[in-house]
């Protein structure tokens, strides 16, 4: 999938990046909405194809572990990151057909793309005719920028996880947090034990 991997022979703006990301998504998508709908593997390839390479997934997985990241062993960190990825990229994945290009306007940013870190704001238009705003939080890497958060009316995807996993660690601990993670990422839950 030439498309899928992003384009950083020259670096792209903060904007920019979020715009060739719906670009390619779109791209991906056309003509393929139905033999996807029909084969969720080959869905989940695609947004993994497509989102890989252009989200950290050490920072988000650090940000959400928050705390409970530094008392973590690297094997158990990595099995986090692996096991919350496959989440997320499966959750992405209910909405992914529904996603139309044109809907969604990428404001130009407005930030110093020398920072470490950068908001990228864009609006979308929903069926009903109202507008939601979207903002997605950018690291700026040697490669060039990667997603790591993404915001949806003012409601951070990484605050709401770092609540729920704290939540579930105190009550339990976060070995048993992963176990589960990577049970409901293996596509197991509770009622098939």
């Known amino acids: 999938m030439l498309c899928a991997t992003p384009v950083q022979a020259e670096i792209l703006t903060p904007d920019e990046f979020v715009t060739d990301a719906v670009e390619v998504l779109a791209a991906q998508l056309e003509d393929r909405r139905s033999e996807l709908a029909d084969d969720?593997?080959?869905?989940?390839?695609?947004?993994?194809?497509?989102?890989?390479?252009?989200?950290?997934?050490?920072?988000?997985?650090?940000?959400?572990?928050?705390?409970?990241?530094?008392?973590?062993?690297?094997?158990?960190?990595t099995r986090f990151i692996d096991s919350f990825y496959s989440i997320l990229v499966q959750r992405y994945a209910d909405g992914v057909l529904d996603f139309e290009p044109d809907r969604i306007k990428v404001l130009p940013f407005r930030g110093d793309e020398t920072k470490r870190t950068a908001t990228v704001k864009t609006t979308v238009d929903?069926?009903?005719?109202?507008?939601?705003?979207?903002?997605?939080?950018?690291?700026?890497?040697?490669?060039?920028?990667?997603?790591?958060?993404?915001?949806?009316?003012?409601v951070s995807y990484i605050r709401n996880f770092r609540t729920e996993f704290d939540a579930e660690i105190k009550s339990s601990s976060l070995e048993e947090v992963i176990v589960r993670l990577e049970k409901e990422a293996a596509g197991e839950n509770e009622s098939d034990e």
């Open 126 to 154: 929903l069926e009903d005719g109202t507008n939601i705003s979207v903002n997605y939080t950018l690291l700026n890497k040697k490669p060039g920028w990667m997603m790591f958060d993404v915001t949806i009316e003012g």
């Open 40 to 77: 969720q593997d080959a869905l989940y390839q695609l947004i993994d194809d497509l989102l890989l390479p252009r989200f950290d997934r050490k920072m988000a997985a650090q940000q959400v572990l928050a705390r409970h990241w530094r008392g973590a062993s690297e094997e158990q960190r």
